[in-house]
């Protein structure tokens, strides 16, 4: 760095750190997002590229999801790795648009570039992008569809279809669609007001705990689909004894976090015995410590008990005497899923039983087999809020792919429900806010102007991307939608000026499939409201806290001897 006035430069880094600073900083940044956003551009659409990726630990994957490929990426260089993590963050949070929000940002810094050569201060253009965001945000909310009713089943397909169709799985989107929608509307409850949730958001929806998709190795026609409508819940166990049922009709469930066995001592214990009755007393006592707690189990006579920890010889050898049907070392979130889908409560003690914790929700109990492995089901349950989704597929990487679809159609299903509102895809709602940005930048004065109109500029990455992925001719293609929206935004400002209505905009976009400009509401392409905002959101920010980077030091420590 340079000294006062009279003196030379000071030397205050380590030799092996690299600095960049000022325009240098700022544009190293832009080129890193613009890579970031080339490798994953020609993965958006249903005309989408796969990609191959191979792991640290060698093994391959196979997918068009934006957020699975950047994980999968090993990069050193700073705002690369911000943006990564944005995909993170989108699909955290509202579980679609990971590939969206990295194209919209990374065109955001792209167009900001000619803004910094020309020597426009950072901080200018972030006003503009903030301004621009308001602006977005305003006409999402008047295109904005809230005629969705969550019960109504074929709107809900309808819907959800219309989102998963760029994904790997559109071969399957009707038992996707199917699955993924009764999976979640099993696991939805109501809560209670002041219960810590969101405003407007009265259902609480935990998937990653009461939705768990196990999948086997076998092709996807065969799956019968677990119909969560009747509450089914599976593990992947075997009964502890041959000789127990495996097929109980109105089964009552007991759940336990404790072993039964003979306790074993926390620490190490020492014993010496004199004499052969001492030793044959402490046998004894073991047993009968188990046969206690198989007593008092029996006594409130369940049907099935499933426990976290081991269960010994002795104790499975009470419990089949007394006909009832025993599983051991269960994981917690399963135990969680099963007290959930047939009400039954997890006893920590035998001793502390009571006949409330016996769960009755259950209406079937069976093992079946499927492929090398038994599976216990439990089926038709009364009021089930947790279910198991079976996945069978020829690969392994068939198998993944279509779970991280899965999981986005689920994720899908929980934002409408959240927040009921749509608003029309296939880049429609992109070129709709690019045409409002552009007329209200003419009434933006001074500076702030051109970094307004770039977010506008900016917004129509997405149909443009989708028009590349299709094939079709660009230009034309974009220029038609453009002049469609320009003809629908100067109705509605007549309109607006006459008689105070104020009509919705025009819901034309591009039909990923063939590259055609289409209505959306014809064509039935809409995507979640929550999602569209929280992509231009977060993309927009992040495009703000880039470019206000002007500094980038980077270097490696001595090694510590």
């Known amino acids: 760095m340079q000294g006062p006035p009279g003196y030379g430069p000071v030397m205050v880094l380590n030799n092996k750190t690299q600095r960049q600073t000022g325009r240098e900083a700022q544009l190293s940044n832009i080129n890193a997002a613009r890579a970031v956003a080339d490798v994953i551009r020609t993965t958006l659409g249903p005309r989408s590229m796969l990609k191959m990726l191979l792991d640290p630990m060698g093994g391959i994957v196979i997918t068009n999801d934006g957020n ?67 602006e977005a945000l305003d006409i999402c909310e008047r295109m904005a569809k809230v005629s969705v009713d969550v019960e109504n089943e074929v ?56 939705i768990m998709p196990r999948w086997r190795r076998f092709p996807v026609e065969k799956l019968p689909i677990v119909s969560s409508s009747r509450g089914s819940c599976s593990t992947r166990k075997h009964t502890t004894h041959s000789k127990m049922r495996r097929r109980i009709e109105n089964p009552r469930i ?27 007393t402490m046998l004894r006592m073991e047993e009968e410590y188990v046969e206690n707690m198989c007593m008092e189990i029996i006594a409130f006579q369940p049907d099935i008990v499933i426990t976290e920890k081991g ?31 047939t009400g039954a409560t997890i006893v920590s003690r035998t001793d502390e039983i009571q006949e409330s914790d016996i769960g009755n929700g259950c209406g079937l109990f069976h093992m079946d087999k499927i492929g090398d492995e038994w599976f216990c089901f439990l089926d038709e349950c009364k009021d089930p809020k947790a279910c198991t989704i079976v996945l069978r597929g020829g690969s392994k990487d068939v198998l993944n792919e279509i779970e991280r679809n899965l999981h986005d159609a689920m994720e899908v299903v929980r934002n409408v429900v959240y927040d ?14 690019a045409m409002g940005i552009r007329r209200a930048g003419l009434k933006v004065e001074g500076v702030q102007q051109r970094p307004f109109l770039a977010v506008g500029e900016a917004m129509e990455v997405i149909p443009r991307t989708l028009a590349q ?26 309109n607006s ?22 209505s959306m509401e014809e064509l039935g392409i809409w995507e979640p409201f929550s999602v569209k905002v929280q992509t231009i959101k977060t993309a927009i920010e992040s495009a703000c806290m880039i ?11 001595k090694s510590q001897r």
């Open 68 to 134: 699975c490929i950047l994980r999968e990426i090993d990069v050193s260089q700073p705002t690369a790795k911000s943006m990564i993590e944005l995909s993170r963050a989108q699909d955290e949070e509202v579980g679609d648009g990971t590939t969206s929000v990295i194209i919209l940002a990374g065109e955001m810094l792209i167009l900001a570039e000619p803004l910094i050569t020309e020597m426009l201060h950072p901080t200018v253009i972030v006003q503009g992008y903030t301004r621009a965001l308001q």
């Open 155 to 210: 709107q809900m397909k309808e819907i959800v279809n219309s989102c998963i169709g760029t994904k790997f799985s559109n071969r399957w989107n009707d038992k996707m669609v199917e699955m993924a929608l009764q999976a979640v509307l099993t696991v939805a409850r109501s809560k209670t007001p002041g219960s810590g949730t969101k405003s407007g958001q009265t259902m609480e929806m935990d998937i990653k705990c009461y």
């Open 254 to 280: 007991l759940l336990l976090d404790c072993p039964l066995e003979y306790k074993k001592g926390e620490s190490q214990t020492n014993v010496e015995i004199t004499n052969t009755d001492d030793w044959n």
């Open 311 to 341: 269960v010994s010889d002795l104790a499975q050898h009470y419990l089949a005497k007394a006909n009832i049907t025993a599983f051991r070392r269960l994981r917690k979130t399963d135990n969680n899923r099963i007290a959930r889908a």
């Open 420 to 433: 009921p509102k749509l608003l029309p895809g296939g880049g429609a709602t992109e070129m709709a806010v």
């Open 469 to 494: 992925n299709c094939g079709v001719s660009v230009i034309r293609t974009v220029t038609q939608l453009r002049a469609k929206h320009a003809a629908a935004y100067d109705e509605w400002e007549k």
């Open 497 to 518: 000026k006459e008689s105070g209505v104020v009509p919705p905009a025009s819901d034309f976009g591009i039909n990923g499939t063939t590259g055609v400009l289409v």
């Open 547 to 557: 470019l206000r980077i002007d500094d980038i030091v980077s270097g490696s420590k």
